[in-house]
């Protein structure tokens, strides 16, 4: 039993070849070619939808508090965070105040309760078709109101927030009449 030998184990290199890796990256490099540009789109679908949900979520709580102080509640764009500022775009951003004298075109004045103050949005263009919303204590606004929310991809991306007579918003990719809608 001497003179047996053990074998050796084999030993297996690490490692991979040249072949191997330029092939993995092609695979890495397509798979980015196709998803990059769809990321890109999801990015933009989420700033959008964030800020047309934030406007409804103003809507929302500007009808509610109207109702609550049995008192007219106001919408306006705002450049300063402070007060109204009808001729600026909604993309400035806006604010929601109590509206104690009641008047049209809303502008907030100093005693007047600031309710909440909403950040410009730097990604997109907002456009609407009244300079400023109003709600009234029985659940009506009184007017219309389409509030148009565009990026970089134009009409074929833009949404809608449409308030009725009552005050409820719904969002829409097409404006109230049924036409494309249109941005800047």
């Given at each position: 039993m001497e003179g047996t030998r053990r074998a050796r184990p084999v030993r297996r290199r690490r490692g991979h070849t040249l072949i191997e890796l330029l092939i993995g990256l092609a695979v890495v490099a397509t798979t980015l070619?196709?998803?990059v540009p769809s990321f890109g789109n999801f990015l933009r679908n989420a700033a959008r939808?964030?800020?047309?949900?934030?406007?409804?979520?103003?809507?929302?709580?500007a009808r509610s508090e109207a109702i609550k102080r049995n008192g007219v509640v106001s919408l306006c764009p705002s450049r300063d965070g402070t007060t109204c500022s009808p001729s600026a775009q909604w993309t400035t951003g806006w604010l929601i105040f109590?509206?104690?004298?009641?008047?049209?075109p809303a502008a907030r004045?100093?005693?007047e309760p600031l309710l909440h103050v909403y950040e410009p949005w730097d990604a997109g263009h907002i456009t609407s078709n009244r300079s400023t919303l109003s709600f009234r204590p029985?659940?009506?606004?009184g007017v219309t109101a389409t509030v148009t929310f565009c990026d970089d991809?134009?009409?074929r991306a833009a949404r809608a927030v449409i308030i009725s007579q009552t005050g409820r918003?719904?969002?829409s990719s097409r404006s109230a009449s049924g036409k494309a809608l249109t941005c800047p």
């Amino acid at each position: 039993m001497e003179g047996t030998r053990r074998a050796r184990p084999v030993r297996r290199r690490r490692g991979h070849t040249l072949i191997e890796l330029l092939i993995g990256l092609a695979v890495v490099a397509t798979t980015l070619a196709w998803g990059v540009p769809s990321f890109g789109n999801f990015l933009r679908n989420a700033a959008r939808t964030r800020e047309v949900n934030q406007f409804i979520q103003a809507v929302y709580v500007a009808r509610s508090e109207a109702i609550k102080r049995n008192g007219v509640v106001s919408l306006c764009p705002s450049r300063d965070g402070t007060t109204c500022s009808p001729s600026a775009q909604w993309t400035t951003g806006w604010l929601i105040f109590v509206n104690l004298d009641r008047d049209s075109p809303a502008a907030r004045d100093a005693d007047e309760p600031l309710l909440h103050v909403y950040e410009p949005w730097d990604a997109g263009h907002i456009t609407s078709n009244r300079s400023t919303l109003s709600f009234r204590p029985f659940g009506q606004m009184g007017v219309t109101a389409t509030v148009t929310f565009c990026d970089d991809r134009g009409s074929r991306a833009a949404r809608a927030v449409i308030i009725s007579q009552t005050g409820r918003p719904r969002t829409s990719s097409r404006s109230a009449s049924g036409k494309a809608l249109t941005c800047p």
